[in-house]
């Protein structure tokens, strides 16, 4: 158990609904990372936060994708009006400050698996 | 071309037996390397770093070859619970960003 927890584990929603996704990083880790894995592929960088600021976001993250981390704490994903090609597997991923010569490891959690029906 | 490459596999392999497979990035600028391991239906979870000079860690091994652009890993005496997909992950910078995953090798040890 890495300490990342997301929720919900699964999700099953019709096309055109929104939905949304929370991940609780490891406590002391002022870095989060979204990420999509579909099947057989790897998982897909979505955007990034350092403490409370999106710093990085993917061409991935259409309109319809938006992520907050409010307070720099937990963070989340809402996808508005899902489509079919939405359904994957979300994973979120939380790093620390690299100490020095160190390399900044992201630990994962288990992610919440989409269905858009 | 993708980033990071790698042959799905899936590589077969007899138990106690060595196996062996690359992964190729296009991004010569890349500066931190890593191995996951991901099991069927779970989250990725760190393997190894990958350091210059190559590093051991008991049964794995990690090569980084900067001049052509590829990461290998060696598995020696494989284990039935080494049975997973082994995904090569680039970082383009030194601090935190974002990791550019591999398509992921499939490993199958048999009895």
């Known amino acids: 158990d890495t300490g990342v927890s997301q929720d919900p584990r699964h999700k099953i929603t019709k096309r055109g609904q929104n939905v949304t996704f929370r991940c609780d990083p490891i406590?002391?880790?002022?870095?989060l990372y979204w990420y999509r894995q579909t099947l057989g592929q790897g998982p897909e960088f979505l955007t990034y936060?350092?403490?409370?600021?999106?710093?990085?976001k993917s061409r991935l993250l259409s309109d319809r994708f938006s992520a907050e981390r409010p307070k720099g704490s937990f963070s989340t994903l809402e996808i508005q009006r899902t489509e079919q090609g939405d359904s994957a597997m979300y994973l979120c991923?939380?790093?620390?400050?690299?100490?020095?010569?160190?390399?900044?490891?992201?630990?994962f959690g288990p992610g919440t698996r989409l269905t858009v029906l | 071309r993708k980033e990071v490459e790698q042959d799905p596999g899936p590589f077969n392999v007899p138990e106690g037996a060595t196996v062996a497979f690359n992964c190729t990035y296009s991004?010569?600028?890349?500066?931190?390397f890593f191995w996951y391991r991901q099991d069927c239906r779970k989250e990725p979870k760190l393997l190894m770093s990958?350091?210059?000079s190559g590093n051991e860690d008991g049964r794995f091994t990690a090569q980084l070859n900067r001049a052509s652009q590829y990461i290998s890993l060696l598995i020696r005496d494989s284990k039935l619970s080494d049975s997973a997909t082994y995904l090569c992950?680039?970082?383009?910078?030194?601090?935190?960003?974002?990791?550019?995953f591999g398509g992921g090798t499939r490993v199958l040890v048999k009895p």
């Open positions: 992950v680039v970082n383009g910078k030194a601090t935190g960003n974002k990791l550019t």
């Open positions: 406590s002391e880790h002022n870095r």
């Open positions: 936060f350092q403490n409370e600021a999106q710093l990085e």
């Open positions: 990958v350091y210059s």
């Open positions: 991923a939380s790093s620390g400050p690299r100490r020095q010569g160190g390399t900044d490891t992201q630990y």
């Open positions: 991004n010569s600028a890349s500066q931190s």
